[in-house]
């Protein structure tokens, strides 16, 4: 176990609302998946690839939660790696690359570690969903013949080293949340919240395709924070529960702090408690600077 996490690790992987997703799980198997997907993506065959480890990261998550049906390439290039809705797949292949690369790696990992949690990850060829397969765990050797016992579930077998584990995860994952600049910046901002709204430039009540793809990235917070969130047009009543994102190439309020997101300007803090503007002259600039505020890779320190 120690092999598979350390107590001082604090492992990229790992974001807000996966332990309690695992902590509220009663399958094993689930559990099982999830503790072997933090042993592979913290192993040597991926920590030299971060577009690989969110790639196998993605592709599981969304596998787990029943959605493997839609794990399609022009599914995963939109929500793993910030392609607009429209993006030609045709003319480009980092979807159908990174699933072969991933492959590779897997084979790599497991020709040097073998599964911790009694499974095995595996993505099989052209196709995008990953398949979780038991390993049956090795019988000791005995002194002299015993009478045979029932036979036992893979996950009956494995059941001690996955609750140790799951401790072990559980532990870290209160060191993450709390430590990390991701984590602290927005345990402060939803205190208290209980949505997230999108206000983007509208022209009346219509956005515009640009700025709805620079909106985007900001819906993942909905899977990391597991809290709704709403793209609405400016302009729009918000909910007084709603920690508000205002996304603007018109509109810069004064008296914020402001803080640089690569050609953008992200404006915060007092007199608006909780909401923060990202301003900026492109669309592009703007949706950079939104994947920025939902990707705990990256994360500016933000006081």
Not at 174 to 181: I, L, M, P, Y
Request: proline share 9%; no cysteine.
């Amino acid at each position: 176990m120690q092999s598979l996490l350390t107590l001082g690790a604090t492992p990229p992987q790992l974001r807000p609302g996966v332990q309690p997703a695992i902590a509220a799980s009663a399958d094993d198997a689930t559990l099982a998946v999830q503790l072997e997907l933090v042993s592979v993506l913290d192993g040597p065959a991926f920590r030299g690839s971060s577009r690989s480890r969110e790639f196998l990261r993605f592709v599981v998550e969304e596998a787990l939660a029943g959605r493997q049906d839609l794990l399609k390439e022009r599914t995963i290039g939109v929500a793993a790696f910030g392609k607009p809705s429209n993006y030609d797949t045709g003319a480009d292949s980092v979807v159908r690359v990174r699933a072969n690369e991933v492959r590779k790696r897997l084979a790599a990992h497991y020709d040097a570690v073998p599964p911790k949690a009694g499974i095995r990850i595996e993505l099989p060829l052209g196709a995008y969903a990953p398949t979780f397969s038991p390993v049956a765990a090795r019988k000791a050797a005995l002194p002299e013949p015993m009478p045979a016992a029932p036979p036992m579930l893979w996950w009956q077998l494995a059941a001690p080293t996955l609750i140790s584990m799951f401790l072990i995860l559980v532990a870290i994952r209160g060191g993450v949340d709390s430590n990390d600049a991701f984590s602290r910046f927005w345990d402060k901002a939803m205190a208290g919240r209980t949505s997230i709204a999108v206000v983007v430039d509208s022209d009346g009540s219509a956005i515009s395709p640009a700025m709805a793809d620079a909106a985007m990235p900001i819906e993942r917070l909905a899977d990391t924070l597991q809290v709704p969130v709403h793209v609405i047009p400016a302009g729009t009543d918000q909910s007084p529960g709603a920690y508000v994102i205002r996304i603007s190439m018109t509109e810069r309020p004064p008296g914020h702090r402001a803080l640089r997101l690569g050609n953008a300007t992200m404006l915060y803090g007092e007199p608006r408690e909780h909401e923060v503007w990202l301003w900026a002259q492109t669309a592009e600039a703007l949706r950079t600077a939104a994947r920025t505020l939902t990707s705990r890779s990256g994360f500016p320190q933000i006081e």
